[in-house]
């Protein structure tokens, strides 16, 4: 993977993420408007249509951007190392100041 796609993996993965829920929640709207899915209780409807489409598209997600997950785990896992190696060796810089 190059770098350029390396350093986005995050905006990536959350833009597919919310891509997936937004195509559930069109999905979950348009089959509670038909009547294939309850539609609440009430004036529940909108809240109800939020919840199930969060319900669908968590486990769809885990499954289809595994990828995508694994390259932003990738990318924070190595700003951590990054950020570690650069606390050390500000560490080892005050250490032999002192």
């Given at each position: 993977m190059s770098s350029s796609s390396k350093s986005h993996a995050t905006l990536r993965y959350t833009t597919m993420r919310l891509?997936?829920?937004v195509g559930c929640l069109v999905v979950v709207g348009l089959l509670a408007q038909f009547g294939v899915v309850p539609s609440g209780i009430g004036k529940?409807?909108?809240l109800w249509v939020v919840l199930l489409a969060l319900v669908i598209s968590a486990p769809l997600s885990y499954v289809l951007l595994r990828k995508q997950r694994q390259a932003m785990s990738e990318q924070i896992v190595d700003g951590v190392?990054?950020?570690?190696?650069?606390?050390a060796a500000n560490r080892s810089q005050e250490d032999s100041i002192a």
């Open positions: 891509g997936v829920f529940s409807n909108p190392d990054r950020a570690k190696d650069r606390l």
